[in-house]
């Protein structure tokens, strides 16, 4: 009997075109899409989506998901600019905002892990919590102007060499190390992995911890961007970095996604909506856009595994 | 003794009915008005839309799914009521109707790619909450859409207390005998459960999904019509943030997300809860900040309350089976 040759189609690489023939379209239609100025301004866009997706494909993968990003961003961003207000020096500033978000994923990862409540409602309930908190130690007011060293974040090319880096990071513990690998263990299947010995609970907290961790950097890049910052400023956002994730493959049940997928993800939302402005189409279409990504990603995420299946 | 108290414990609502217990006996002891009739009627207004939505929620979560998009389709099909009714002149009963129609394809889109394409429903609802409300504010151009005339049938005094509270009734009875009396609501609860188990055992598991989603589309584009009828105009920002508090609501009531476990009298006493929670709130002159604060942790509270309930019951079942 003869055996059909498999042929692996790295689950990239439907994102990776779309996004290839949505540039190139754009290119020609709209020379300024290459315009160095333009080009950076959607970098320091996509270093703050990027890395916060990094670290949403990270509990998606797992299985589960986190609604308070947008919230523990403001709380860290707005915890270690008031420090800096207050004087201390950007990088213990910096220290704190980093510190402060991996501890509210911890809350997130405990309350996910030894009480039992679904991701989606623990994460629903933080991101309240956390909002309130931010609004709190701030004062609801705006913070800033930030120190100018804080700006060297964002400044030309640095905000893509920065998202090269965690990104890289991300790839090497996804795809080279134990804890990764545990984490598709888990989200692929949870008792299987706890029958194997491994401990799931932890590994679950590790990853509500490196999106709570990424999360406080988007802060950190976002902050760096006005050099001001406020409670609301990035209200919502959740929504962008878990359409980026989804965009780029990571599957919601578990088990699927890379770190790659998550940065081409955001990479496609920064894209559709750089494109939307330079075709002078009304700001609120994005939105629709974005929704209909979405749908497109996951139709045709099925769409695949279907056939696979078969 | 222990069977009074078990039999207390099996009831799905009764995490939900202690915490709303104690939150209206704090709020009658500082504040007497509060149980006078005409205060407990406005609060009941003023969660109307919540409720009518919620039970449309349960359903779906009833199912296993989820819906994060209400909010959006509130919005979109205020816009519409307001395009055409206002800005069209169309006749007022066919623009309500077409927006409730909106509120229904919407939620066919969300039930069909639930059903049929099979997309997870979070990603599926996430994808129509952001083109809904991107698409109210693209026909609206951002800006709101007031009615400053009369407009038939929409113009007319009972909406302010009568129909919205009708509604809110008459969709929690529906919702109620759908889910405890129908094979329907069987149906809903048994593809909850267990998907393949409902399929193989005959149930047309698609259909039920779509239908479920449907429903809770038109009823959310109800309570488009509602809002915009309350305030006299059509918002693109209706809405917003619906999600959040009919998603508590309908946890808060027993309600699990898992699926084939579902509670409409849970769902009115998780909204009920909220109401008295937020004026309890207003009261004490909460801040935003506060406001959100509590919000957040009643919900939490009123799962780990739901967790204990059913650890107890096993407890106590256990201790049964010793004797």
């Avoid at chain 1, 194997?196 to 911890?209: E, F, L, N, T, W």
């Avoid at chain 2, 500082?30 to 409720?51: G, K």
């Avoid at chain 2, 917003?240 to 476990?261: D, H, R």
Wanted: net charge positive; charged share 15%.
């Amino acid at each position: 009997m003869s055996k059909r040759p498999t042929i692996q189609i790295p689950k990239e690489l439907p994102v990776f075109l779309f996004l290839m023939s949505m540039s190139i379209v754009l290119t020609i239609t709209r020379p300024q899409f290459l315009n160095p100025a333009n080009v950076e301004g959607m970098g320091r866009d996509l270093s703050m989506v990027g890395i916060m997706a990094l670290g949403m494909t990270a509990v998606i993968i797992t299985g589960g998901i986190d609604l308070s990003v947008a919230s523990i961003l403001a709380l860290s961003a707005g915890l270690g600019a008031e420090a800096m207000v207050k004087g201390l020096s950007v990088p213990i500033a910096v220290m704190i905002t980093l510190a402060a978000g991996t501890v509210c994923g911890l809350i997130n990862g405990v309350l996910v892990t030894k009480i039992k409540i679904p991701p989606i409602i623990v994460t629903l309930g933080t991101m309240s919590i956390f909002q309130a908190s931010a609004l709190y130690f701030t004062n609801s007011e705006s913070l800033g102007p930030l120190p100018d060293s804080l700006g060297v974040l964002t400044s030309g090319t640095n905000p893509i060499i920065i998202l090269a880096i965690i990104t890289m990071i991300f790839w090497m513990m996804f795809a080279k190390t134990k804890s990764g690998r545990r984490l598709y263990a888990v989200g692929g299947n949870e008792e299987a992995a706890r029958l194997s010995g491994i401990s799931v609970d932890r590994v679950k907290i590790y990853a509500y911890m490196l999106a709570g961790l990424t999360a406080s950097m988007g802060g950190l890049m976002m902050a760096s961007n006005t050099l001001r910052i406020q409670a609301n400023d990035a209200m919502g956002y959740e929504l962008n970095v878990i359409a980026a994730a989804v965009i780029g493959g990571v599957s919601i049940s578990g088990g699927v996604g890379s770190a790659l997928g998550a940065v081409l993800g955001g990479m496609v939302t920064i894209v559709l909506r750089n494109g939307l402005v330079l075709l002078q189409m009304p700001e609120q279409w994005t939105n629709v856009i974005i929704g209909a990504a979405i749908f497109a990603a996951a139709a045709f995420d099925r769409l695949r595994s279907r056939r696979e299946d078969s | 003794m222990r069977n009074a108290v078990l039999k207390f414990l099996e009831i799905k609502e009764s995490a939900v009915l202690v915490v709303f217990a104690i939150l209206t006996l704090a709020l009658a002891s500082q504040d007497a008005t509060f149980l006078e009739s005409s205060e407990l009627l406005t609060l009941a207004r003023q969660y109307a839309e919540l409720t009518i939505i919620a039970v449309g929620l349960t359903l779906v979560i009833a199912t296993g799914g989820i819906d994060i998009s209400v909010g959006s389709v509130v919005g979109v099909t205020s816009i519409t009521l307001g395009i055409l009714a206002v800005e069209k002149h169309w006749n007022p009963l066919i623009a309500t109707i077409t927006a409730l129609g909106v509120g229904g394809i919407f939620g066919a889109i969300n039930g069909y790619a639930v059903s049929k394409i099979k997309i997870q429903p979070v990603v599926v609802t996430l994808a129509t909450y952001s083109a809904a409300r991107g698409l109210a504010y693209v026909l609206s151009q951002g800006r709101p859409i007031w009615f400053v005339e009369k407009y038939g049938f929409l113009s007319n005094p009972a909406w302010e207390y009568t129909i919205p509270l009708t509604f809110a009734a008459l969709s929690l009875a529906g919702g109620w005998i759908i889910l405890n009396k129908t094979s329907f609501g069987r149906a809903l609860l048994a593809t909850g459960a267990s998907e393949k188990a409902a399929r193989l055992s005959g149930i047309a598991v698609s259909r039920i999904q779509l239908a479920a989603y449907t429903i809770t589309g038109v009823l959310a584009g109800l309570a488009g019509v509602m809002t915009t009828i309350r305030v006299s105009t059509s918002v693109p920002d209706a809405g917003m943030g619906y999600e959040f508090e009919a998603i508590t609501a309908v946890v808060m009531g027993g309600t699990s997300l898992k699926g084939g476990e579902a509670s409409v009298i849970g769902t009115i006493l998780g909204v009920a809860t909220m109401a008295v929670l937020r004026r309890g709130l207003n009261l004490t002159g909460a801040t935003e900040i506060r406001k959100m604060l509590f919000l957040g942790l009643v919900l939490i509270v009123a799962v780990i309350l739901d967790n204990l309930r059913k650890s107890l019951i096993r407890k106590l079942r256990k201790g049964e089976k010793e004797i």
